[in-house]
């Protein structure tokens, strides 16, 4: 992906079309797999020159980007950034899904690192958005619905069970990825568990979170497998393995809110394990 953004850039004429989605899914690539030294190339993207009908790949640039940041350690620009990509998105386009997953990460980074929320951001407003919009008419946003549920989560974990349930309601419509990427699955499934965390159901919350972890260590996704390998110590279900998955491979973002996290734990023992 990366040689393809080599060779569109030095196109002439350029396409800026295809320039668009290809610094998308490099984007995307760069944030799934934690490679932070994306970073340098992504920052050189100038969005704001782009067309009103990019405005979609120029959202996931940025939020890929700022997750990014979180990852390299830097959780307040990460959040300052989601709630910038949010007070625009409501200027410019209207509070939809893709506006609330700008919220929902803001959200989920300041829950992890302990960076407070703008007063500006009207978490108020988002959660009458979740429950009010018409996510059937929209099932390419239907990400949106489980993301924010799962930022809500430690905050209001009756009403992000609700979302979870419309969410459930609705059918495989909108999942439609989950049928040749998996990993739309493990996303999905992750954030199902942490809603059931936080209700108190463990034994649910480590079916979902154990799911998401298996696909995500199977794709070599290692910063959400870490993730997912805490919140299975936190239900309470682990026999020592994914803390220790976790201690060995959150080494690779030390300055991340993983890497606090996981010097949090408890030593463990060094006896192997099917987890690592």
């Known amino acids: ?72 350690g830097d959780a307040a620009r990460a959040v300052g950034n989601f709630e910038r990509l949010g007070r625009e998105r409501a200027l ?19 829950n992890a690192s302990s960076v407070p929320l703008a007063e500006a951001t009207d978490q108020s407003e988002a959660v009458a958005i979740a429950e009010a919009f018409d996510w059937q008419a929209r099932p390419e946003q239907r990400f949106a619905l489980t993301l924010f549920a799962r930022a809500l989560a430690p905050r209001d974990p009756d009403r992000a069970a609700r979302l979870i349930a419309v969410d459930e309601r609705l059918g495989e419509t909108g999942h439609s990825l989950a049928n040749f990427d998996r990993r739309s699955v493990a996303d999905r499934a992750f954030r199902i568990g942490i809603v059931h965390a936080s209700n108190g159901r463990r034994a649910e919350a480590y079916e979902s979170i154990a799911q998401a972890y298996a696909i995500w260590f199977e794709y070599g996704q290692r910063w959400q497998a870490v993730d997912a390998a ?44 099917s987890s690592t």
């Open 1 to 72: 992906m990366r040689e393809a953004v080599v060779t569109l850039k030095r196109a002439q004429p350029a396409d800026l079309y295809l320039l668009a989605f290809c610094y998308m899914n490099l984007s995307f690539i760069a944030r799934d797999f934690g490679v932070l030294d994306d970073i340098v190339e992504l920052e050189l993207v100038d969005t704001a020159v782009w067309p009103p009908s990019l405005n979609w790949p120029a959202l996931e640039i940025e939020r890929s980007c700022s997750w990014l940041y979180a990852l390299a």
């Open 230 to 273: 805490l919140e299975i110590v936190a239900t309470g279900y682990d026999d020592g393995s994914f803390a220790r998955y976790a201690k060995r491979e959150s080494k690779a973002y030390p300055n991340s809110w993983l890497a606090r996290r996981t010097d949090a734990l408890e030593p463990t023992s060094p006896s192997s394990s």
């Open 92 to 110: 410019t386009s209207s509070r939809d899904g893709f506006w609330l997953a700008t919220i929902a990460d803001a959200m989920i980074v300041s």
